[in-house]
């Protein structure tokens, strides 16, 4: 694992007590970071900041947080800020599928739900610790989209067109930071095998797979690798930014 530098950083990392959300948490804390892991399952974000490496100048922390709940992720916030001092760093990996079906046949209160924790969710915890990094003058914030918000998965509309939201939503705040010292910045994996695959039907990651050109999913770790880069002092330069993971598959 190469060396990145997240020492004296503070990260919060949403969704991160499993699949890629765990791998973000503990590459955040092999680099020096102290980790507040909010996930919906407030007993699991604790077990998974309490299994953390160890870092200098203080403990990792837990908490149970609905993103799609602007009350929830506001005091989320001020609790992180009075628990850890600041927020230095912003991942977002909370994220649900949906069901596999066509658009014809999509029910509404499920293309609701997944706007509301995938869109909904990413908007409401980008604004409210933008605010607490544009206080300091620094921050990076990695919101986790997807190749589907590029090129658009049959039968799963709904997590496509959310995570395409995803990336617009980075590229405006991107924009609106960029004279300060606060980065935003976007990746669009392909499949990754998690948990989140129980959400999906078998047919649907044998399509995702035939996407591919490596011929296989990615792994967290490579996901955690890309994002503890884009989380470091040394992005300076890229901000409002879409970054690859897609073992060949993606066009543009």
């Known amino acids: 694992m190469n060396a990145i530098d997240l020492k004296d950083r503070v990260a919060v990392i949403t969704g991160g007590a499993s699949g890629i959300g765990a791998a973000i948490a503990l590459r955040y804390a092999a680099s020096g970071a102290r980790v507040a892991v909010w996930d919906l399952n407030e007993q699991a974000a604790q077990a998974t900041a309490a299994a953390l ?21 506001d005091a989320a916030t001020a609790a992180t800020v009075a628990a850890m001092g600041r927020i230095d760093i912003l991942c977002c990996s909370a994220g649900i599928t949906g069901p596999n079906t066509t658009v014809a046949d999509y029910p509404f209160a499920d293309w609701r739900k997944v706007f509301d924790v995938n869109l909904h969710g990413v908007f409401l915890c980008n604004r ?28 799963a509309s709904a997590y496509s067109a959310s995570k395409a939201a995803v990336i617009g939503l980075t590229k ?64 300076s330069f890229s901000t409002g930014a879409v970054f690859d993971l897609s073992g060949g598959r993606a066009v543009y």
């Open 172 to 235: 405006s705040l991107g924009k609106e930071t960029a004279r300060s010292g606060v980065r935003v910045n976007c990746i669009t994996p392909a499949a990754v095998r998690t948990p989140i695959f129980e959400q999906m039907t078998q047919q649907h990651i044998d399509f995702m797979l035939s996407k591919i050109p490596m011929a296989r999913f990615g792994g967290v770790d490579e996901i955690a690798a890309m994002v503890a880069w884009l989380s470091s002092e040394e992005c």
């Open 128 to 155: 409210a610790v933008v605010r607490e990094m544009l206080k300091n003058d620094y921050g990076r914030i990695v919101n986790i989209a997807s190749i589907a918000g590029k090129d658009g998965n049959p039968n």
């Open 53 to 73: 490496p160890a870092v200098a100048g203080g403990g990792h922390a837990g908490f149970g947080v609905d993103v799609a709940d602007e009350a929830g992720v």
